[in-house]
C-alpha cells in the first residue's frame, strides 16, 4: 500500500508526497516548494520525481525553486506533466503509463480538461491524484474547458473502480458539501458523510481522500444522471434539463453563484 501524505500549502492546497521504500519520493503539484523541502528535510528523502495535473500556479509554483535546492544538494527529479508545460521534462499524453523508480507499478495518465484544457489526472495503483477536475463533493471552476468537456472528464473518473482513493489538490469539502445538501437535501448518504467531514475537520485532520464511491452517492456533480439532480436543477435554473451535459452546465453555474 502506497504511503501517501498531505502537504498542507497557501490557504487550502494540498500537495502530495509518496514516500517510497527506496528513500525518494514522488510530489503532486507542488505549487510552494518551502512545505516540500521542509518535509523531505525532516523525513530524510530525496525527491526523486514530480507530477504536476495542470498549469495553476499554485500547483507549480514551487518547481524551480525545487530544482535550485535540488543542485544544491546534488540532486535532481523529473517532472512529469501536460504537453503544454515549460515544466515538463517527461510529456504525457491521454493512455500513456510511466515508470518511476520505487514506485512498484505504473503511473497511469489521464486526460481530464474541463477546469483547464491541458489538464491531467494520474493513478497510481488504487490512488487517483485529480488536481482540481474533481473535488470531495464538488468539482473545479470552467476556467478553460466547457461543460462537455468536465462530463467527459468527470464519466473517465468515475469509471475507476469504487475503491479508488480520491487525492485532490484543495480542502474544499465542507463548502462543497453545503452546496451538495441545498442540491439533493435528503440524500441520507450525503448528510451521514457531512458529519462525518465535521468530525474530521473538527480534529484539524484532512477531509481527504475520499473514494470514488463515495463521490459517487454524495457528489452532485457525479450524480447529473439521478432524477433528484435534475429535478434540483431544472427547479433552480427555472427551464427544462435536456441533458446531462445541460444538468452539468446549470450546476457548475449554480455553484458559481451559491
Keep these: 500500500m502506497l504511503d501517501i501524505r498531505p502537504i498542507p ?7 502530495w508526497m509518496i ?10 503539484d507542488p505549487g510552494d516548494a518551502m512545505p516540500v523541502i521542509n518535509t523531505l528535510q525532516r523525513l530524510n528523502l530525496q525527491l526523486t520525481a514530480v507530477l504536476l495535473t495542470h498549469h495553476h500556479r499554485d500547483h507549480n509554483g514551487g518547481i524551480n525553486q525545487l530544482r535550485d535546492w535540488a543542485k544544491s544538494n546534488g540532486q535532481s527529479f523529473t517532472v512529469y506533466g501536460a504537453v503544454t508545460s515549460d515544466y515538463s521534462d517527461v510529456l504525457c499524453r491521454d493512455g500513456d503509463t510511466v515508470d518511476i523508480s520505487g514506485l512498484t507499478s505504473p503511473v497511469r495518465v489521464l486526460s481530464v480538461p474541463g477546469h483547464t484544457l491541458d489538464h491531467l489526472a494520474f493513478v ?3 490512488a487517483l491524484f485529480c488536481g482540481d477536475t474533481l473535488f470531495s463533493g464538488g468539482c473545479g471552476r470552467l476556467f478553460e ?10 464519466a473517465k473518473l468515475a469509471s475507476l473502480p469504487d475503491d479508488t482513493l480520491v487525492y485532490c489538490a484543495h480542502e474544499y469539502t465542507l463548502s462543497n458539501l453545503r452546496f451538495a445538501l441545498a442540491v439533493e437535501p435528503q440524500n441520507q448518504c450525503l448528510q451521514d458523510y457531512v458529519k462525518q467531514v465535521n468530525n474530521l475537520r473538527e480534529a484539524n485532520k484532512p477531509s481527504l481522500p475520499s473514494t470514488l464511491g463515495t463521490e459517487k452517492a454524495i457528489n452532485p456533480f457525479l450524480r447529473v444522471d439521478t432524477a433528484t439532480v435534475h429535478a434540483a436543477v431544472a427547479a433552480q435554473a427555472g427551464q427544462k434539463v435536456p441533458d446531462e451535459v445541460t444538468c452539468l452546465a446549470l450546476l457548475r453555474r449554480w455553484k458559481d453563484n451559491f
Design 9 to 15: 500549502a497557501f490557504a487550502d492546497n494540498y500537495i
Design 19 to 28: 514516500v517510497l521504500p527506496d528513500g525518494g519520493a514522488v510530489v503532486v
Design 124 to 126: 497510481v495503483d488504487n
Design 145 to 154: 474547458g466547457d461543460a462537455g468537456q468536465l462530463y467527459d472528464s468527470l
